[in-house]
């Protein structure tokens, strides 16, 4: 059906925009819950993919707003033109459309990495202010290869395995980050684009393979994809597999936590100790798990990027395997020590006031 500007929306009927549609519904409350309780703000930078997952949802529900967020890591030319195109769709849709601006140059640390923390945070705020409790964004199964191709260059553990996830919540106030596109590709994205007569923008920096991510797509990935095509949907099944071992090892590793010993100082635990017999016993992926969860627990999640998975086992066989001496490994602001008789996971700022 034609939108006020000549934009089509796709028809439910195509195999593709019925499994966005599907994955969607079954994101956003499952089959119980009619769409118009749904209200979803969709993340869309006026790209291919973005442009899809929009006119997908489109085809569904006008329950929808159309989200943007401008940054100043790029031409400002440039940045408010993929504003212009994002808004031209909405328009054309007949949706609203919303957007907001973040600055990133000036912050230390990766700029990608800030950039990303930014949009999460604007998008949050956008779909609070617009009432809505779902945030969708358009990754695919080739980002989700690209993820899982990245985390093993940088020798990661399981977590970095796990790739993309569906769903998550966003934000502190019951809001949910959902993935409905993870099942397509980016040509079927370009290819529903194209039926529904509309032209999406060009972002330059997805051509830049000084970037990781754009060099793997623009060599390995494209040689793979044209050697085994089915290589997206292995890893998406891979990257489940993986979720649901992690699971098991978590379980596993939560049954120890009722053996902590916990250390606390004006109200907030600064340490955690454990019998080191009892983690000897234990498998390593498990006591890496523990260990994990204890440092997440003392720096409230702040930091966990930079812990590495050789970090992690390293300290996790040290634990498993006898030895006589002390031995102290420092984890970006904790230190755990371990000694014949006990592991201590400790705040390594508040090891001068004991």
């Known amino acids: 059906m034609p939108g006020p500007k000549g934009v089509e929306r796709p028809s439910r009927r195509d195999s593709a925009v019925a499994v966005v549609i599907r994955q969607w519904r079954r994101l956003s409350g499952g089959p119980d819950r009619k769409d118009a309780d749904r209200r979803t703000l969709v993340a869309c930078s006026g790209g291919a993919d973005s442009s899809a997952l929009v006119l997908c949802l489109a085809s569904a529900t006008d329950r929808l707003v159309v989200g943007h967020v401008v940054h100043d890591l790029r031409p400002r030319a440039e940045a408010l033109a993929d504003r212009a195109r994002a808004q031209e769709l909405a328009d054309g849709l007949g949706l609203a459309f919303v957007d907001a601006r973040v600055r990133v140059a000036d912050l230390k640390g990766n700029d990608e990495a800030n950039a990303r923390n930014l949009r999460y945070g604007a998008l949050e705020r956008l779909a609070f202010d617009n009432g809505c409790p779902y945030v969708a964004t358009a990754h695919h199964a080739e980002d989700q290869l690209e993820t899982m191709l990245m985390g093993l260059m940088r020798g990661t553990g399981l977590n970095g395995l796990v790739g993309v996830t569906q769903r998550r919540p966003l934000g502190d106030r019951g809001l949910q980050l959902i993935r409905p596109m993870l099942r397509l590709t980016r040509a079927e994205s370009e290819r529903i684009c194209t039926g529904c007569r509309w032209r999406w923008a060009e972002d330059a920096t997805n051509r830049d393979v000084e970037r990781l991510r754009a060099a793997l797509r623009a060599g ?34 939560g049954r120890l936590w009722k053996h902590a010993e916990p250390e606390e100082r004006n109200g907030r635990v600064i340490a955690y100790r454990f019998d080191r017999t009892r983690l000897e016993a234990t498998r390593w992926i498990v006591v890496g798990s ?34 006589g001496e002390t031995r102290e490994f420092n984890w970006h602001g904790v230190r755990v020590t371990v000694d014949a008789k006990v592991v201590e996971i400790r705040r390594e700022e508040d090891r001068s006031n004991d």
Do not use: Q
């Open 220 to 253: 390995p990935v494209k040689e793979i994809l044209r050697l085994r095509p089915a290589t997206c949907d292995h890893a998406a099944r891979l990257a489940e597999f993986v979720r649901d071992a992690i699971g098991l090892i978590d379980d596993e590793a």
């Open 290 to 323: 523990l260990l994990r969860s204890a440092y997440t627990r003392l720096m409230d999640g702040v930091g966990l990027d930079r812990l590495s998975a050789r970090s992690i086992r390293n300290t996790a066989s040290a634990i498993r395997h006898p030895h």
